[in-house]
Structure formats: C-alpha cells, structure tokens
C-alpha cells in the first residue's frame, strides 16, 4: 500500500521560507511524476506544483511567480517543496500526490504565514 508523508510545515511571518518534504514508499517512486497541492478550510485542494519523472520538468500554478521550487530524489524516494518569499495567502495544509492524484492523501502538513 502507497503511503504518503508530508512534514516540514511550520509557522513562519510573511517573507519567510519553509522546505516541506514528502516520502513516498510502497511504489516505483522513479516512475512517478509528483505534484504538491495545498487546501485551505471551504476550499478545494489545489495545485501548486509537479515534477516529471526524470526531475526535468517542473511545472508551477501561475500565482507561485517564481517564489517556490520542486525537486526530488529517487534514491530517497522524496518530493521536496522550497518555499520562499512566503505570504499569508500561502497559509494551508500542503500534500503530495502524483499529478492525478493517484493515491490516497497524507495527513498533509500545515503552513501558516503570519503578516
């Protein structure tokens, strides 16, 4: 069974930067295009960002404007999320999941960005 663990969350102040984590085990993580989403309470989840299968492609929802950066590691078998230049409208639970959101969510891991 694939499980997805989100961690590096935290309470920061508008500007400040956060680098969440997520491990995946249970599959062929190096066959897998990942993504982050995130959801605030009322909302839909949305998406934030993917990266392909080699780690060459990264993709990003336009109002990241270049403030946040995808990577990954096969060999640990993790997706990272760095986050910089963070703004209140960041604050949610954040998740990983493969870019159709193929398995079951994680906990998440919660952002809170004070001004």
């Known amino acids: 069974q694939v499980q997805l663990v989100e961690s590096g969350g935290g309470s920061v102040q508008a500007g400040g930067s956060l680098t969440l984590s997520c491990v995946v085990s249970?599959?062929?993580?190096?066959?897998?295009?990942m993504a982050w989403f995130r959801q605030t309470p009322g909302k839909r989840r949305e998406w934030v960002a993917s990266?392909?299968?080699?780690?060459?492609?990264?993709y990003y929802a336009d109002w990241v404007r270049g403030r946040f950066t995808i990577s990954r590691d096969d060999a640990q078998e993790t997706v990272w999320l760095l986050m910089n230049n963070l703004e209140a409208d960041d604050t949610a639970l954040y998740f990983c999941?493969?870019?159709?959101?193929?398995?079951?969510w994680g906990q998440g891991t919660q952002v809170t960005v004070s001004s």
């Open positions: 990266i392909s299968r080699s780690g060459e492609g990264k």
């Open positions: 249970g599959s062929t993580f190096s066959i897998l295009g």
């Open positions: 999941n493969t870019r159709d959101e193929g398995f079951s």
